[in-house]
């Protein structure tokens, strides 16, 4: 069985500094997109509560997911499972926020600028994420 150790991994700090980095855009990406989704369920009264909770409270939980993801790879040292798990997250985030800021530039380039909206957040934190995924996955890691 593989087990989770809280240790320190040996990484660069460069390593580290991008794995703070995806944590920290997609932490500000969950509280910026509940804080909006809140504000505009509370300002009107006709939105059903499943639309708020699909659309509002599941997308942050979803990009708290991913910031705990890239908190895990940077912090702890892993081995098997967990490993592989916390990479294939962190895979998908770099995906899904990569797609997400090109689509944004495509349609709505002002949207990019604007911290209320997902476009800094996902600019930023598509690549940082795929550069953690990447860095994170050739490294070889001893099984303890």
Request: net charge positive; proline share 6%.
């Amino acid at each position: 069985m593989s087990r989770v150790e809280t240790m320190s991994m040996p990484q660069s700090a460069a390593t580290r500094a991008v794995g703070y980095l995806a944590a920290c855009m997609a932490a500000g990406l969950a509280a910026m997109h509940l804080a909006i989704y809140t504000v505009g369920y509370l300002n009107t009264p006709g939105t059903p509560l499943s639309a708020y909770l699909l659309r509002g409270v599941a997308i942050a939980l979803v990009a708290l997911l991913f910031a705990v993801s890239a908190l895990a790879l940077t912090r702890m040292r892993m081995s098997g499972r967990w490993r592989r798990a916390h990479l294939a997250v962190s895979c998908i985030a770099a995906v899904l926020l990569t797609v997400q800021a090109l689509l944004i530039a495509l349609g709505e380039p002002g949207l990019l600028i604007q911290p209320a909206g997902p476009g800094p957040w996902s600019l930023i934190g598509g690549p940082a994420f795929a550069v953690l995924s990447w860095n994170r996955s050739r490294r070889r890691q001893p099984n303890w």
